[in-house]
């Protein structure tokens, strides 16, 4: 759709929970945006702060700005809910906690029509009070201010999705083009309730890249990306990452990627012991209860099935997976305390340590 001017209507979905101390700097930097033709949806999920407030604030000031309500169902169902109402020809997603630099949707939509593209994406500035990360995202490989269309787009870059530092997969610091969005809703699932609070934006991006016709990243900055979620809770939305993973492997498989195995059964190791570090740290389960998790996982996913059978075959020897292999799951469990400790003694822990506590946040 596009305006009065000719210009086409950017849609700007921002799912809101419990944001009420960065709602009101979220909004402002979208509606003062230098690129005006804008429909702003507001998805507040459930919030039981005064966020609401904030945003149908927003809404009764600048017509461009409408809220949805709903009650809380995650992240990812919002910017469901949120896509279902957009009219815009591209959309762009911005978290409640999250700004934009004044003219980065001009940039966007600029860029994104001059080289007629599916999807762009944007440099990031990560921020923290006063300090400011430039470019926080440039050591990914993906090339700046280069086209790369279908079939290279797939062939080489689906392996983004199962190796790190390729392109950034986040839903924020984009723009997409709407289209290429309902044809991908069309033939797949871009949002799942089992995969809605942990890994929800590299699940979207991973179901919607195969029905890209291109994509195009620019070096110049369009997100300021806050560090306010700093903490050090526990998390108990970890095991949606490995749900994703399941999902990863039947994708794999659909398309016979075959490079995106190796990747895919590293990062599972990686995170089940992660998680087991997660359950003794936070004093969420004893040594009794670690090992029943491990066991659990071995018994019950597929991609543990498949991990299991490829490093039997590739004999390799690194000590966490011969434990894997071994089913020796009280050695799995003193595997993740010594690397808890070692963790713990290390510099990088003890300094960020000390800086979370003058934030406040340990």
């Known amino acids: 759709m596009n305006t009065d001017s000719g210009q086409p209507i950017v849609t700007v979905i921002v799912p809101l929970y419990n944001q009420e101390r960065y709602i009101d700097a979220c909004l402002r930097s979208i509606c003062r945006q230098t690129y005006g033709d804008l429909e702003v949806i507001v998805v507040n999920d459930g919030s039981t ?15 461009r700005v409408k809220v949805i309500e709903k009650s809380n169902q995650g992240v990812s169902m919002a910017r469901r809910d949120g896509l279902k109402a957009a009219t815009g020809q591209f959309v762009s997603f911005v978290d409640s906690d ?7 949707l001009e940039i966007m939509v600029k860029l994104m029509q001059e080289k007629d593209v599916d999807l762009l994406l944007g440099s990031v500035d990560r921020k923290l009070g006063i300090l400011t990360k430039h470019h926080s995202d440039k050591g990914y490989t993906f090339p700046y201010n280069q086209k790369v269309e279908q079939p290279e787009l797939f062939d080489k870059y689906y392996l983004g999705f199962y190796r790190n530092n390729l392109f950034p ?14 044809r991908a809703m069309r033939e797949s699932t871009l949002f799942d309730e089992q995969v809605n609070r942990m890994g929800e934006d590299e699940y979207f991006n ?13 070096d110049e900055i369009v997100y300021n990306y806050m560090y306010n979620g700093v903490t050090t809770r526990f998390n108990p939305h970890f095991t949606q ?8 492997l039947v994708l794999l498989d659909q398309y016979h990627y ?32 670690v090992i029943e998790y491990f066991k659990q996982e071995v018994a019950n996913r597929e991609v543990m099935k498949r991990l299991l059978q490829y490093y039997a075959e590739t004999g390799t020897q690194r000590k966490d997976i011969r434990l894997l292999l071994d089913r020796d799951y009280e050695g799995m469990y003193e595997y993740a ?26």
């Open 169 to 182: 997969v986040t839903m924020w610091a984009r723009l997409y083009r709407k289209d290429a969005i309902d």
């Open 206 to 218: 991973l179901m919607l890249f195969p029905f890209l016709r291109s994509m195009y990243r620019t």
């Open 49 to 63: 702060d005064r966020s609401g407030d904030k945003a149908r604030h927003w809404a009764a000031r600048d017509s």
């Open 98 to 104: 999250d700004t934009l630099p004044r003219r980065a």
């Open 337 to 362: 305390l010594g690397v808890l400790k070692a963790n713990r003694r290390s510099l990088k822990f003890r300094l960020r340590r000390r800086f979370l506590k003058l934030l406040g946040k340990w």
């Open 258 to 289: 075959d490079e995106g195995y190796s990747s895919l059964y590293a990062e599972y190791v990686a995170c089940l012991y992660r998680f087991a570090r997660q359950l003794i740290a936070y004093d969420k389960a004893d040594r009794d209860g």
């Open 241 to 248: 990452l490995f749900t994703l993973s399941d999902k990863r």
